[in-house]
């Protein structure tokens, strides 16, 4: 299975449509994974013409989304428990925040967003990931958006570009 993870698009604050290299992925995508950050509902409307949505919301997102989706999600994928949330919020790091929402779980991934910087890490058999923005970089180098592959495993990585046409 193929998931396309993105968080902070920022629609259309940062960015007016979503980058090539994003379009080209969610084409072929099985999932696409959105932690938060949309910003409208016209995001996850226009997400949703490339196939299965899921996510939830961030803390700049309008009421709308708020009345669609929730602010953490708990997804079953072949046999694999994936929370998502995030991660915004007060003390802790983004990454400590995004393990609190799961805080007695058994979790295999958690992918999360807010912070805008790619994060790819695994702890005692737990997948953290943040696929970074793909359209409002901020001090990272590149663009950038995820892919998980879940077979028997589960393997992410992220993609990077450098700009968001």
Not at 126 to 150: C, H, M, V, W, Y
Request: aromatic letters at 8%.
């Amino acid at each position: 299975m193929k998931i396309v993870v993105i968080s902070d698009t920022h629609i259309p604050k940062r960015a007016r449509k979503f980058p090539l290299p994003l379009i080209r992925e969610m084409e072929t995508a099985d999932l696409i994974i959105h932690a938060g950050d949309w910003q409208t509902l016209d995001v996850y409307q226009e997400l949703s013409a490339y196939g299965n949505v899921t996510g939830v919301t961030g803390n700049v997102d309008s009421p709308e989304l708020g009345r669609v989706l929730n602010s953490r999600e708990l997804v079953l994928i072949e046999g694999f428990k994936i929370g998502v949330v995030h991660g915004h919020g007060r003390g802790k790091s983004t990454v400590n925040r995004a393990k609190s929402a799961f805080a007695g779980e058994k979790v295999d991934c958690i992918i999360f967003g807010h912070s805008h910087i790619p994060f790819h890490q695994e702890e005692d058999g737990l997948l953290l990931f943040n696929p970074g923005s793909a359209t409002d970089k901020r001090r990272q180098e590149q663009f950038s958006f995820g892919l998980i592959n879940i077979g028997s495993t589960i393997e992410a990585r992220h993609i990077y570009y450098p700009d968001k046409v």
